[in-house]
Nanobody
Framework: QVQFVESGGGLVQPGGSLRLSCVAS????????MGWYRQAPGKVLEIIAS???????TYADSVKGRFTISRDNAKNTVYLQMNSLKLEDTAVYYC???????WGQGTQVTVSS
């Protein structure tokens, strides 16, 4: 059974940082490109960062230069380092394979002063 468990969210002030983690199980993690997604209140789910099996990365314009995606295949884990957080980064954050599939519970990130 495929499972993703996200963690690391919380409440942070504008300009602050958080590091999200997502542990995968039930898949051969290393063979899949992975992505971080988020859904803000009242908005659709969007992909914000992706990483290939070999570590090549892409970012949405809204997070480019502020967020960094990385992966540790030995730990079946993908990370999202978020710096210079803005109010508009408030959302529930999820990870998943780029091919989709079942979703985890996500982790809430709230940016507020």
């Amino acid at each position: 059974q495929v499972q993703f468990v996200e963690s690391g969210g919380g409440l942070v002030q504008p300009g602050g940082s958080l590091r999200l983690s997502c542990v995968a199980s039930g898949i051969i993690f290393s063979i899949y490109p992975m992505g971080w997604y988020r859904q803000a209140p009242g908005k659709v789910l969007e992909i914000i960062a992706s990483i290939t099996q070999s570590g090549s990365t892409t970012y949405a314009d809204s997070v480019k230069g502020r967020f960094t995606i990385s992966r540790d295949n030995a730990k079946n884990t993908v990370y999202l380092q978020m710096n210079s957080l803005k109010l508009e980064d408030t959302a529930v954050y999820y990870c998943n394979r780029l091919i989709g599939g079942s979703w985890g519970q996500g982790t809430q990130v709230t940016v507020s002063s």
